[in-house]
């Protein structure tokens, strides 16, 4: 059974650093950049995926001190579902439109 939780440790790691490329760069893994339409928001939300993912592993695995189940519990879950939540309006919002720049389609 720990192999799931280091595979979730993985994946965690994973996102984590996908979101802080992300938040750096810009740049969006291939098979999302044509849906998502605010990089900054999906960035930050692969950190929290992230975060979350890592944190609940660490915890397993007690390498760090132990909380109660209800704070990890509900704290995983937290970090979990807010970064869902960002990620799905990073590809929801519309895009903004700066004031400098014309409407392309107007021209």
């Not at 760069?25 to 291939?30: A, Q």
């Not at 975060?51 to 397993?60: A, D, G, N, W, Y």
């Not at 519309?94 to 389609?105: E, F, G």
Request: no cysteine; glycine share 10%; proline share 6%.
């Amino acid at each position: 059974m720990a192999w799931v939780v280091g595979l979730g440790a993985l994946l965690g790691l994973l996102a984590v650093t996908s979101g802080i490329v992300t938040l750096r760069t810009g740049w969006i893994v291939p098979t999302a950049r044509r849906h998502v339409t605010r990089p900054r928001l999906h960035g930050l939300g692969a950190l929290l995926t992230g975060t979350s993912l890592f944190l609940q592993s660490l915890f397993h695995f007690l390498a760090l001190p132990s909380v109660s189940w209800e704070a990890r519990f509900f704290g995983g879950n937290a970090l979990l579902l807010s970064g869902l939540l960002l990620i799905a309006f990073s590809q929801l919002l519309p895009l903004r439109r700066s004031h400098d720049h014309p409407d392309p389609s107007a021209v």
